[in-house]
């Protein structure tokens, strides 16, 4: 039962990491249905800038509290991603708005591309490991084990989904985005400035990407050049699994992709065990006698395989995502 | 395309054309050579991404069905030839054998992918095509243990080259007098091979299926109504794309005699999928085009980066290999940006992108 509730509580973590990512993604196809693929390297640009204005703070000559240089970094993060954001938007996928439905997404591979080598040529080829600025402390929950971290984390990133959900339901700009995702056409008679919401909805998701960036480089302690690619790519199948577009699918999806792969990860060796299995060749019976009847067929180097399968699942039976409306499909 | 009717003879200046092409492409792997034989390996690896290219066309260019994961057939061709003509299960079949064999297990995939994918659409088949081909990659990489497969990361080498008889296409060898590398000799071979997949290509753009599949791109719902089974049809388009996969990875083992599953990312899924959109989808001459223009532009890169740089600053400010990508990067943005078409796109394509511009006037 504890490692059942400790994987949940390491899945709720990392899922709410997930759900700040989806998040961005979701929000750009939900306006312009452009799956922006760079997004996975803007949180990699929040790590590695935040990360850059910790240790130089760090190594200035009056000692700074903590608090007060992590968020210094983090707020530096927002602004640098914000900007970039923005100047993809402009550069790569302004001008191919009404271009076929493919030539965005290579333009959208070509700046992931270049976000992924310019942060090689600034940041190196290394691991960067992050300093411990917050010594997690354990708390006991029930059995299992949770960090102040690991609560700060689940916090701070539902916090900043309802203040999104806040934004997009109550505020004028929320209005004009919402109106926008249903048809750009008539928002624009409606005096809709288009090109600004679509600008704020790439901004915003910048935004929660930065505090996602520095979020996970806490939690792992390490960041690196190329950490952007898989957390997109997981974050994107979490955005798809909610069903993309949708604000609370992707907060739905983010936190049940992260529970799935944890426990995923915790039971995949158990379940597939094989030494119970009557007919094995010698050299299985050698290993499972050595092992003390341990041997697995899949390990937990399967964890991304077990991600994919369910979103496979999922989608077989719901072929718009847990939360998503049928959508049409556009040429 | 082929506009020319059956009856008609061709005129001989399309005859004079067609010698000097075929001799300029007899040539080549000598004009390369001069260069290096590394060139010649370029071409060679052009060819086998032509084959790609060709066969992710299918799907994506011919009947509208974006997939991410397409490198996961390209891995399983690749890997069956390597675990049947190598010292690792000591089985060494000759490649004639194995490429079908290959082409029909990478065909057997694509159905397995396309079958219970055939309701979702647009994005949503992107990402599971995308996590199938992330499944694969996974699965080579961790078969090693309990019972080992497919050795794992450290892949699978010594993998026999095609040979006929004696007859190895890997040696250097001479033949009436002419010296011939081990790479020029697969040039051959793979040219030939490139040519019929063309050709499969063609004709098969030309097909009963080929207008199917355009119509299903085009309008699925209309394309049903018209009696087409679009079942079948787009089951019929990821079999057929899968199997060119599979031809292509299998030469790629013969000719690398090395596979792992480092060379089966989504970033090869991702590049060959450019080289199409690039190119120009569903243009056969356009997507050829990429797959050369894509091959061919890093490593031009690879060799000209440290030389210009040294000429401009005097010395080598960044590693080559990064500003190789970099520049990459940034050509995929300004291809697409100044041709969102692409860059040889198909008449039916090009015409659709100038409709607006005549309703605005």
């Known amino acids: 039962m504890d490692t059942f509730l400790q994987q949940l509580i390491n899945g709720l973590t990392l899922g709410s990491v997930y759900a700040l990512?989806?998040?961005?993604?979701?929000?750009?196809?939900?306006?312009?249905?452009?799956?922006?693929?760079?997004?996975?390297?803007?949180?990699?640009?929040?790590?590695?800038?935040?990360?850059?204005?910790?240790?130089?703070?760090?190594?200035?000559h009056a000692?700074?509290?903590?608090?007060?240089?992590?968020?210094?970094?983090?707020?530096?993060?927002?602004?640098?991603?914000?900007?970039?954001?923005?100047?993809?938007?402009?550069?790569?996928?302004?001008?191919?708005?009404?271009?076929?439905?493919?030539?965005?997404?290579?333009?959208?591979?070509?700046?992931?591309?270049?976000?992924?080598?310019?942060?090689?040529?600034?940041?190196?080829?290394?691991?960067?490991t992050f300093p411990t600025?917050?010594?997690?402390?354990?708390?006991?929950?029930?059995?299992?084990?949770?960090?102040?971290?690991?609560?700060?984390?689940?916090?701070?990133?539902?916090?900043?989904?309802?203040?999104?959900?806040?934004?997009?339901?109550?505020?004028?700009?929320?209005?004009?985005?919402?109106?926008?995702?249903?048809?750009?056409?008539?928002?624009?008679?409606?005096?809709?400035?288009?090109?600004?919401?679509?600008?704020?909805?790439?901004?915003?998701?910048?935004?929660?990407?930065?505090v996602a960036g520095l979020m996970v480089m806490t939690y792992y302690g390490i960041a690196h050049y190329y950490m952007g690619f898989l957390l997109g790519l997981k974050a994107f199948t979490a955005a798809v699994l909610g069903g993309i577009g949708n604000l609370a699918g992707a907060m739905l999806?983010?936190?049940?992709?992260?529970?799935?792969?944890?426990?995923?990860?915790?039971?995949?060796?158990?379940?597939?065990?094989?030494?119970?299995?009557?007919?094995?060749?010698?050299?299985?019976?050698?290993?499972?006698?050595?092992?003390?009847?341990?041997?697995?067929?899949?390990?937990?180097?399967?964890?991304?395989?077990?991600?994919?399968?369910?979103?496979?699942?999922?989608?077989?039976f719901r072929p718009s995502g847990l939360l998503g409306e049928r959508v049409s499909e556009r040429a | 395309m082929t506009a020319h009717g059956r009856g008609k003879s061709v005129p001989p200046k399309v005859w004079a054309g067609v010698v000097l092409v075929a001799l300029a492409l007899a040539l080549l792997p000598f004009v390369a050579a001069l260069a290096g034989q590394a060139w010649v390996r370029?071409?060679?690896?052009?060819?086998?991404?032509?084959?790609?290219?060709?066969?992710?066309?299918?799907?994506?260019?011919?009947?509208?069905?974006?997939?991410?994961?397409?490198?996961?057939?390209?891995?399983?061709?690749?890997?069956?030839?390597?675990?049947?003509?190598?010292?690792?299960?000591?089985?060494?079949?000759?490649?004639?054998?194995?490429?079908?064999?290959?082409?029909?297990?990478?065909?057997?995939?694509?159905?397995?992918?396309?079958?219970?994918?055939?309701?979702?659409?647009?994005?949503?088949?992107?990402?599971?095509?995308?996590?199938?081909?992330?499944?694969?990659?996974?699965?080579?990489?961790n078969l090693n243990t309990p019972v080992n497969v497919t050795n794992g990361p450290q892949g699978v080498n010594l993998i026999d080259p095609f040979h006929v008889a004696g007859f190895s296409f890997a040696r250097a060898q001479s033949i009436l007098g002419v010296p011939f590398s081990g790479p020029q000799k697969y040039y051959y071979v793979l040219l030939l091979l490139t040519i019929g997949v063309i050709v499969i290509n063609i004709r098969l753009q030309n097909s009963r299926l080929g207008r199917a599949w355009e119509a299903i791109r085009e309008d699925e719902v209309a394309a049903k109504a018209m009696g087409i089974n679009t079942r079948n049809v787009k089951l019929l388009a990821f079999a057929m794309g899968a199997s060119f996969g599979g031809i292509a990875g299998g030469i790629f083992s013969a000719t690398q005699e090395f596979v792992s599953p480092e060379s089966f990312g989504l970033f090869e899924s991702i590049i060959v999928l450019a080289m199409v959109v690039l190119g120009g989808m569903g243009n056969i001459p356009g997507v050829i085009l990429g797959a050369i223009l894509l091959t061919l532009l890093p490593e031009v890169l690879r060799s000209t980066m440290e030389p210009l740089q040294n000429a401009l600053f005097?010395?080598?400010?960044?590693?080559?290999?990064?500003?190789?990508?970099?520049?990459?990067?940034?050509?995929?943005?300004?291809?697409?940006?100044?041709?969102?078409?692409?860059?040889?796109?198909?008449?039916?394509?090009?015409?659709?992108?100038?409709?607006?511009?005549?309703?605005?006037?």
């Open chain 2, 42 to 141: 370029i071409l060679n690896f052009a060819m086998i991404y032509i084959m790609l290219a060709l066969g992710l066309n299918i799907v994506v260019g011919f009947a509208g069905l974006l997939d991410l994961g397409y490198i996961a057939f390209y891995a399983v061709g690749a890997y069956m030839y390597a675990l049947l003509a190598s010292p690792h299960f000591g089985i060494h079949l000759p490649f004639w054998v194995i490429l079908p064999l290959g082409a029909g297990l990478a065909c057997i995939f694509g159905i397995l992918l396309g079958a219970p994918t055939l309701k979702l659409r647009g994005d949503y088949l992107a990402i599971v095509t995308l996590g199938f081909g992330e499944i694969i990659r996974i699965f080579l990489n």
């Open chain 2, 314 to 361: 005097g010395r080598v400010l960044l590693d080559a290999e990064t500003v190789r990508l970099l520049v990459f990067g940034i050509a995929l943005v300004a291809i697409m940006l100044y041709r969102p078409a692409g860059l040889w796109p198909s008449a039916v394509r090009k015409r659709e992108l100038e409709v607006p511009k005549v309703v605005a006037e």
């Open chain 1, 63 to 128: 000692p700074l509290p903590s608090v007060v240089i992590i968020l210094a970094g983090l707020l530096v993060a927002i602004t640098v991603c914000m900007a970039i954001a923005y100047a993809m938007e402009k550069i790569a996928y302004r001008p191919l708005r009404k271009a076929p439905r493919l030539a965005p997404l290579i333009t959208a591979i070509g700046m992931s591309i270049i976000l992924q080598n310019l942060a090689l040529i600034v940041w190196g080829r290394n691991y960067l």
């Open chain 1, 253 to 316: 999806g983010g936190v049940l992709l992260g529970i799935i792969e944890a426990l995923g990860a915790g039971y995949i060796g158990d379940v597939s065990n094989i030494c119970g299995f009557p007919f094995l060749s010698d050299s299985l019976q050698q290993q499972c006698a050595a092992s003390e009847g341990q041997v697995s067929m899949f390990g937990s180097n399967y964890q991304d395989v077990f991600a994919f399968f369910v979103l496979i699942l999922v989608l077989i």
């Open chain 1, 133 to 210: 600025l917050i010594q997690p402390t354990p708390y006991n929950v029930l059995g299992a084990s949770m960090t102040d971290l690991q609560m700060l984390i689940v916090v701070l990133a539902g916090l900043l989904m309802a203040g999104l959900v806040f934004v997009v339901q109550r505020t004028r700009l929320g209005m004009a985005m919402r109106a926008t995702a249903q048809n750009p056409q008539v928002a624009g008679l409606m005096g809709i400035d288009i090109n600004v919401v679509i600008s704020a909805a790439f901004v915003i998701g910048a935004a929660l990407a930065a």
């Open chain 1, 21 to 60: 990512v989806a998040l961005g993604y979701t929000m750009v196809y939900g306006i312009i249905g452009l799956i922006n693929f760079a997004h996975g390297e803007v949180v990699m640009i929040g790590a590695m800038v935040s990360l850059s204005v910790i240790m130089a703070l760090l190594g200035a």
